[in-house]
């Protein structure tokens, strides 16, 4: 029997853990809910809150869709859609999955045919994404503690030490959007995509704020980053026409 991302089984298994996850949301909106009701706040209140909420995860949600349309070329859309929906982050999966492929010998646009590959792509991204589960029950209290002393004692290197972090977190992903722009010395110059891309979409971005701060437009603020995601992919179909795949 020949292997599919796209297997019906696949769809079962993912559709299982995501309604056990919806389930859970609902449940904690229901107590919530029980419990905002026994603290006397009004019932308008109330629908004000969950109206807004609502409305403010469709921005969340497109930056999801464009990752999964991303990653369901290789991967399908049965695990994208798993990995995007319950714990995965845009930005780490699309680096995983891509590292994995690329150490099976595929490219990010190959569909996979080996299930052993399917299988080491999955681990991959799910060991990785994992870490953070282990690690912020133990680790986070101290960290959080240790910045509130060091910015209690000085808010200026508190401020310095958080910004060097949050820089420190952002230069991984550098890395990986610099690591081909030598290949230009052996005239190959595909490895200047991911960073016109990059140039791309931090330029949308930043005209997305100037337009939310100068302009006003305060939906913006919450449409910024799958605006800049949509227009990065989308820039990428010419760079790679220009440059080179």
Do not use: H
């Amino acid at each position: 029997m020949n292997f599919s991302v796209n297997a019906p089984i696949l769809f079962v298994i993912v559709g299982a853990i995501i309604a056990l996850v919806l389930a859970q949301s609902v449940y904690f909106l229901v107590k919530a809910w029980r419990r905002a009701k026994a603290l006397g706040i009004a019932t308008s209140t109330l629908k004000k809150t969950v109206t807004s909420a609502a409305i403010f995860t469709v921005a969340p949600a497109i930056a999801i869709l464009v990752g999964v349309v991303a990653l369901s070329k290789s991967l399908g859309v049965a695990l994208p859609w798993l990995r995007l929906s319950v714990i995965g982050s845009i930005t780490y999966e699309t680096v995983a999955a891509g590292n994995a492929l690329e150490a099976a010998g595929l490219n990010a646009g190959s569909t996979i045919t080996d299930p052993s590959v399917f299988i080491t792509v999955t681990w991959v991204m799910t060991i990785g994404i994992a870490a953070g589960l282990v690690l912020v029950p133990f680790v986070t209290k101290r960290i959080q503690s240790g910045l509130s002393k060091a910015t209690m004692k000085d808010k200026k290197w508190g401020e310095i030490f958080n910004n060097a972090m949050f820089l420190g977190m952002i230069s991984a992903f550098l890395g990986y959007v610099f690591c081909d722009v030598g290949r230009i010395l052996e005239g190959n110059t595909s490895g200047l995509i991911p960073v016109c891309v990059m140039a791309v979409s931090a330029l949308v971005m930043a005209v997305c704020g100037l337009c939310a701060t100068k302009l006003k437009i305060r939906w913006l603020t919450d449409y910024a980053l799958p605006i800049s995601l949509i227009a990065g992919m989308a820039s990428a179909i010419p760079f790679t026409s220009l440059l080179g795949g």
